[in-house]
Nanobody, 113 residues
Framework: VQFVESGGGLVQPGGSLRLSCAAS????????MRWYRQAPGKERELVAD????????TYADAAKGRFTISRDNWKSTVYLQMNSLKLEDTAVYYC???????WGRGTQVTVSS
């Protein structure tokens, strides 16, 4: 099982980023997926969750109204569109399956003016 996250970077407050996570080694189309993040000095936290078919989605309170999770089962890829980014969104972002498996390297998101 492998997850390869990409799309992070440095962005100003109020900006947007689209993260991607390419998954392999399991039946992606039959598996729920989640995005997590870990800020410096803090525990990893759940950001968003999407069911295997995409019909059921939940967000952490910090992500509601600003982030959108989606998936493309043909490409075995899950996405996180992040808008109106805030300083406190700075973290390493990871994806994983439900239940979780090996962790990828994540992608760094830095929100700074």
């Amino acid at each position: 099982v492998q997850f390869v996250e990409s799309g992070g970077g440095l962005v100003q407050p109020g900006g947007s980023l689209r993260l991607s996570c390419a998954a392999s080694g399991f039946s992606f189309g039959s598996t729920g997926m989640r995005w997590y993040r870990q800020a410096p000095g803090k525990e990893r936290e759940l950001v968003a969750d999407i069911s295997f078919g995409g019909g059921h989605i939940t967000y952490a309170d910090a992500a509601k109204g600003r982030f959108t999770i989606s998936r493309d089962n043909w490409k075995s890829t899950v996405y996180l569109q992040m808008n109106s980014l805030k300083l406190e969104d700075t973290a390493v972002y990871y994806c994983n399956s439900v239940p979780p498996n090996n962790w990828g390297r994540g992608t760094q998101v830095t929100v700074s003016s």
